[in-house]
């Protein structure tokens, strides 16, 4: 069956990095949208990136653009998510998420919604915290 498992989480101090993996099993990877989702004690779950399965185009937020990098290696059923210059207000649990829609993630530019994804990852924990 279609599973997605994160991996990569942890405690890292402000200004540090971290990359996280989203290994895919059971569907064709290659041909599915994949995003990036966040979750912080008492917030609503928040789209941080997303590509396309179409051209390799990308989104992301203001809030992490030019510090988050979203990637996929389709040989290896596997998503990344590459994060730099961490903030406090980092700090959430990372959920990868696909979507069959190609279209999804292609040329966005408005902020990503939970129902437009259909399966969803148990989520890694990352804190940015001294």
């Known amino acids: 069956q279609l599973q997605l498992v994160e991996s990569g989480g942890g405690l890292v101090q402000p200004g540090g990095s971290l990359r996280l993996s989203c290994a895919a099993s059971?569907?064709?990877?290659?041909?599915?949208?994949i995003a990036w989702f966040r979750q912080a004690p008492g917030r609503e779950r928040e789209g941080v990136s997303c590509?396309?399965?179409?051209?390799?185009?990308?989104y992301y937020p203001d809030s992490v653009k030019g510090r988050f990098t979203i990637s996929r290696d389709n040989a290896k059923n596997t998503a990344y998510l590459q994060m730099n210059s961490l903030k406090p207000e980092d700090t959430a649990v990372y959920f990868c998420?696909?979507?069959?829609?190609?279209?999804?993630?292609?040329?966005?530019?408005?902020?990503?919604?939970?129902?437009?994804?259909?399966?969803w990852g148990q989520g890694a924990q990352v804190t940015v915290s001294s």
């Open positions: 998420a696909v979507t069959r829609s190609g279209y999804v993630c292609y040329e966005r530019q408005t902020p990503l919604a939970m129902y437009e994804f259909d399966y």
């Open positions: 059971g569907f064709p990877f290659g041909d599915y949208a």
């Open positions: 590509i396309s399965p179409l051209d390799g185009s990308t």
